[in-house]
């Protein structure tokens, strides 16, 4: 149980979920660092540097990690490494003793890091493909509902509901489809000792031997391996890695601050689910504030930095290396894999609850789409032989004058104004003008496109669409 008596970080308690902590905790860590050591000591027992009998003495104490003892060590050695080391070495009594033999420090974290990596890949893919499906469903539900677009944060022509998720949806595939070509490429250190050249194995065992010895240890623990290191794999995996999770905080980000502008009570249109227990304001009793949204965009905002960081880790890793980046990784990789988990966990939430107002829906079309209409109209009264630029000019006199209406909240006059134009009138009939300024029709592709997105969705993770 968590003590509060200091301070927790939110990512321990607050923010991402259980399993993620779990991945980055000290105990699985720990656990992978003795696994990587065990499955060492199986290679080397293959050529005859380690007996059976040591080996199983390691094997059979592999899962005995004892985190407080290890702590309680490292205030002395300095060394976290070392510390779990001589705790593991004293529990086996027959192995002990050739633990952690020919390798340094960063074989054994290097390669640790990576698995964790890729489990924590493997929740983040989870958690996506669960919010894309919902995605999916939604757009289905919401392909055909017109609503106002706005341009410049401005209306400006009708889309659907349904194209503004599939928007975001076809961001996020990308993002996931990008993380999982990521994962593919995924490649620990390998086995190269202190400068990445595998001297101490080579003395071991021999170059002839080393090949075999270091893809053993591949198979052994499902990881495969840069084929040039120094003391570490190259750190541009991590800024590569961090880049792609950034994008995805991206997509995420953007569609969480598009729902408070919409969720804003002059818009209303839609809204994040809102608790019957749930306080908005300490002050204010009425408030309805978008919090789940604002979170992710708060979220957002520390992985957006991660790229700069492991860039600067990648680009000033002095020669063979140096220990500079060791303390800002040990919270950059887990915190930002928490931070995203927590934004996708909240997104899928808002999906599964989110609130359509399609009266609020209704009220901004009704206002703003007959402006739409006027680009619909002026393509038909060229259609039938008028001069575009005197047109054009006397459509935006019109608009201006409805748009002071309408910001004096007078209902808008538009297709009433047009429709009694003598200059108009000499082109189009009363009828005419007003047919071309209907815009229910004047969708475009948007329900089609929204609906081919739900079923590439739908495809990719092998649900039947329906």
Request: aromatic share 8%; glycine share 6%; with cysteine.
């Amino acid at each position: 149980m968590i003590s509060f008596e200091q301070y927790q970080s939110p990512f321990s308690w607050r923010y991402g979920s259980e399993k993620l902590r779990s991945i980055w905790g000290e105990k699985n860590k720990r656990l992978t660092w003795r696994w990587i050591w065990v499955a060492i000591a199986e290679a080397q027992c293959g050529v005859g540097l380690v007996t059976t009998a040591q080996l199983k003495d390691l094997q059979d104490h592999m899962e005995d990690v004892d985190v407080a003892a290890a702590l309680l060590l490292e205030q002395t050695l300095r060394h976290d490494l070392v510390a779990e080391l001589k705790v593991f070495a004293a529990q086996c009594p027959v192995g002990g003793g050739i633990l952690h033999l020919g390798a340094t420090s960063m074989d054994i974290k290097d390669n640790a890091e990576v698995l964790q990596i890729r489990q924590s890949i493997e929740v983040i893919e989870g958690g996506l493909k669960s919010l894309l499906l919902k995605f999916a469903v939604i757009i289905r539900q919401t392909a055909e509902i017109p609503v106002m677009a706005f341009t410049h944060l401005q209306p400006a022509e009708p889309t659907t509901l349904g194209y503004r998720f599939a928007s975001v949806a076809q961001d996020l595939l990308e993002d996931y489809e990008a993380l999982i070509d990521f994962k593919m490429s995924l490649r620990g250190k390998g086995f190269k000792g202190a400068v990445g050249n595998a001297a101490s194995f080579v003395e071991l065992m021999g170059e002839e031997k080393f090949e075999d010895f270091e893809k053993q240890i591949s198979d052994l623990i499902n990881l495969p391996f840069f084929q040039v290191t120094t003391q570490t794999y190259p750190r541009r995996q991590d800024y590569v890695l961090l880049s792609r999770l950034a994008a995805m905080a991206a997509s995420l980000s953007k569609f969480a601050l598009d729902l408070r502008i919409l969720q804003s009570q002059p818009i209303g249109e839609l809204s994040e689910p809102f608790g019957q227990s749930q306080v908005g304001s300490s002050a204010m009793p009425f408030k309805r504030n978008p919090i789940e949204a604002e979170k992710i965009d708060s979220l957002a905002r520390i992985i957006s930095v991660a790229p700069q960081i492991a860039w600067q880790n990648a680009a000033n890793s002095i020669l063979e290396r140096t220990l500079d980046d060791s303390a800002n990784r040990r919270t950059l990789l887990p915190e930002t894999f928490l931070a995203l988990d927590e934004m996708i966990g909240t997104t899928t939430k808002i999906i599964a609850g989110i609130v359509i107002n399609r009266k609020a829906i209704d009220r901004t079309i009704n206002t703003y789409a007959p402006f739409a209409g006027i680009e619909r109209l002026l393509m038909e009264l060229v259609k039938n032989g008028a001069d575009r630029q005197k047109m054009h000019e006397l459509l935006r006199t019109h608009s201006l004058t409805a748009w002071e209406a309408v910001a004096s909240g007078e209902a808008n006059p538009l297709k009433d104004s047009l429709g009694s134009d003598p200059e108009l009138l000499k082109i189009l009939s009363k009828e005419e003008i007003q047919q071309a300024m209907e815009t229910d029709q004047y969708l475009g592709i948007a329900q089609k496109r929204s609906l081919e997105m739900a079923d590439r969705i739908d495809k990719n993770f092998d649900r039947k669409v329906r």
